[in-house]
C-alpha cells in the first residue's frame, strides 16, 4: 500500500523545515532506508529515508519549498502493487562544463556549494565523513591540490586583438561605467531564522552591556608552558576558550541570577552549567552547548569545542548539540574583533563576548608595561540582572582569568 514521506518531528524548537534537494526521482525503485530527500532548517540539516521499498510515485514539494512538521513530501507505493516507470522525460543535458556525474556522490550542502565556488567535480573527491560522505574539507583540499578539476577540458585559444582605428578626437569623454550588476540570493533557512531571532531578542530584551579588560599574562605564560605536553596528551592544543569557560562558571556560581531565565513573572534560576560557545561557520553562526560543563576538565572542554567547530562547517551538528544552554560565550576575536557588545541568546539572560588580545601598555606598580590584554564585553538582561551585579560578575571573570590558578580552587 501506498506510504507517505512526511517531514519527520525533529525537535521541540523546530517546527519548520526547506526542501533542499530531492535525491531521488520519480519512477524511481527505493528500498527501506535509502535517502531520499535533504532537508534544511535554521539548526541542522537532515536526510529524509523512505519508510518502505517500493516505487517513488509521487513529489509533491519541490527543491526550495519551506514545509512544516508532518508535511507530506512525497508518495512511495509498493513494488508490489506497482511497476517502477521511468522517468516521464528525460533530465535535460547539461552543457560540458557541468555535465559531471556528481548526483550519485553523497555529500553535505556545504560540500557542493564548495564545488561550486571552486569548481570541483564532486565524483573525483574522495569523501572523509560518515559511509564516504564528501564534506566540505574534501572539497578544499581537493581544490588545493589541483584534483577533481576537468583537466581534460581543452583551454580557450588566444585570440588576437583587432587593430584599432584611428579615432577623431572628442570634445569630452566620460570614463566607463564600472560593473553594476545585482544578485539576489534567497537566504537559507538557518540564515533567516537567526535574522528573526536577532530581532525578536532585541524587542523582548532589556538589554544592556558593561565591559572590562583582562591582563592575559598570566595565562598566556602557562599555556606556553604546557602547550606541548598538553597536547601530546590530549591530541588537543591548549587554547583561552577553556579559561573563559571555567572562569565563567565560577561567576556565575557566586552571581545566579545570570545562569536564569524569565518565565511570566518567575524567575527560573538553574544549578548546572550548559555553557553554550558560538561557532562561526559559512551558513551562519550556530551556539552548540558544553552540557555540564563544570563537570569538563580543560582537555575535555577543548575537545568538544574543536569537534563542534569541524561538525559546523560540515553541516552535522545535531539538535542534541545545539538544544538549551544557560549561559553563552562568543569569540569575536578569532576574526580581529577588538570591541562588540554581543546579543543575548534567548531564553538567557547572559552572554560574555571575548575579543582580540593586544600588546597594549598598562601601568603596573606605577611603571609603564605592555602586556597582551582582552577587551571582554558582557550583554545582560536588565529586567532581573541589575547593573552592580553585571559589574561584579565581569570583575568576578577577570580576576579568575588574570589568576588561573584560582580556577583550580574556585
Known sequence: ?????????????IVDARVAKWLRREGELVAVGDPLVELETDKIDLEV?????????????????????????????????????????????????????????RSTPTARKAAEEHDVDLSRVRGSGDAGRVMRRDVEQAATDGNGRDAAAPK????????????APVAESRPPAGDRTEERVRMSKRRATIAKRLVEAQSTAAMLTTFNEVDMTAVMALRERHKQAFKERH????????????????????FPRL???????????????????AVGASEGLVVPVLRDADRM???????????????????????????????TITNGGVFGSLLSTPILNPPQVGILGLHAIQQRPIAVNGQVVVHPMMYVALT????????AEAVQFLVRIKQLVEDPGALLID
Open 1 to 13: 500500500m501506498p506510504a507517505n514521506i512526511v517531514v519527520p518531528e525533529v525537535g521541540e524548537s
Open 49 to 105: 529515508s523512505a519508510p518502505q521499498g517500493g516505487v517513488l510515485k509521487r513529489i509533491d514539494r519541490k527543491d526550495g519549498e519551506d514545509v512544516k512538521v508532518g508535511e507530506v513530501l512525497g508518495v512511495i507505493e509498493d513494488a508490489t502493487g506497482a511497476v517502477a516507470q521511468p522517468p516521464a522525460a528525460p533530465l535535460p543535458a547539461k552543457p560540458a562544463e557541468e555535465g559531471r556525474p556528481a548526483e550519485k556522490t
Open 156 to 167: 580557450p585559444a588566444p585570440v588576437e586583438a583587432p587593430k584599432a582605428r584611428p579615432v
Open 235 to 254: 591530541g588537543v592544543g591548549l587554547g583561552i576558550a577553556s579559561f573563559f569557560v571555567k572562569a565563567s562558571i565560577g561567576a556565575l556560581r557566586a
Open 259 to 277: 545562569n536564569a531565565e524569565i518565565q511570566g513573572d518567575e524567575m527560573l534560576l538553574k544549578h548546572y552549567y550548559d555553557i553554550g560557545v
Open 297 to 327: 576538565s580543560f582537555a575535555g572542554i577543548e575537545q568538544h569545542i574543536r569537534e563542534f567547530a569541524r561538525r559546523a562547517e560540515e553541516g552535522t551538528l545535531s539538535l542534541a548539540d545545539l538544544k538549551g544552554g544557560t549561559f
Open 380 to 387: 545582560y538582561d536588565h529586567r532581573i540582572v541589575d547593573g
